[in-house]
């Protein structure tokens, strides 16, 4: 196995783009901190058809609009107006591949759905999160989850890792690595209800849960975002952020991560 090797350029702006998220968190206001999410969203999607080769703006502009639109609708509407938002938008969809019929339509029909799914509706659970009660820490608890697992998995992996997690989707990955970075997340988690007093009222299991099935989703995000480059023949999202590649190599854990942390946060913890 191949032992890390210390990339400066990917620690930097790895630590440059934390920095940003967290002063975001912290500094803006919930319809702030939306239009952070809709140009993450924008930016998903643009990255989406890049890896399939759709480039022209044709092809990604009304996606993105309408995956902003989406998760607006589901963070902030009624869920009589997200449903609405979200049939019309599949309307609208078939409606661009109708009218504009090429060869390419019918891959494009399919990324158009899938990508207002991917990057506006599971994206738009940060907002969620952000409105709950203490949302601004439970959103950084969220963001630590996965950037501990990421970072543990990462190079845990490559000093201990011998066994393949899913080889012929993503040969770098191994058991050693994912079981590592589940660790360091739980211990993450401990460590955040021992100095948030609030979060005391909750018991240690309950904690237990919630980072380990958040870090489980995350990583089936991060195996979703290798599927996709995989049918698209790329290597990486994009070029965006040196070192790491796209915005969504950055984000491909924490979008379902955010949905199952949502959920169990409202649900298990009640808040």
Excluded: Q
């Excluded at 990604?60 to 869920?79: G, Q, V």
């Amino acid at each position: 196995m191949e032992k890390p090797k210390f990339d400066l350029k990917r620690f930097i702006f790895g630590i440059i783009f934390g920095i940003v998220i967290i002063l975001s968190i912290f500094l803006l206001n919930i319809r702030e901190f939306f239009l952070v999410s809709a140009v993450l969203t924008a930016l998903s999607v643009y990255e989406i058809y890049g890896i399939f080769d759709l480039t022209g703006y044709k092809y990604f502009i009304l996606p993105e609009i309408l995956a902003i639109l989406t998760a607006f609708s589901f963070a902030f509407l009624k869920p009589g107006a997200f449903i609405f938002i979200f049939f019309l938008s599949g309307f609208l969809i078939f409606l661009k591949n109708v009218l504009s019929f090429k060869t390419d339509s019918g891959k494009s029909i399919f990324i158009d759905i899938f990508s207002i799914f991917y990057a506006g509706f599971l994206v738009s659970f940060l907002m969620k999160i952000f409105e709950l009660s203490g949302g601004k820490l439970l959103l950084l608890l969220l963001f630590i989850l996965v950037w501990a697992s990421d970072i543990f998995a990462y190079y845990g992996g490559r000093h201990f890792g011998r066994h393949k997690l899913i080889s012929p989707l993503s040969p770098k990955k191994t058991v050693e690595g994912a079981l590592i970075g589940l660790l360091a997340a739980v211990i993450v988690a401990i460590v955040f209800r021992a100095f948030i007093g609030d979060y005391k009222r909750f018991a240690l299991v309950s904690f237990i849960v919630l980072s380990s099935v958040t870090v489980i989703a995350g990583m089936f995000g991060d195996l979703t975002e290798s599927l996709i480059k995989r049918m698209g023949e790329k290597k990486d999202s994009g070029h965006l952020i040196p070192g790491h590649g796209g915005i969504l190599d950055r984000i491909d854990s924490l979008i379902l991560a955010a949905p199952f942390f949502y959920y169990i946060a409202v649900y298990y913890l009640k808040y």
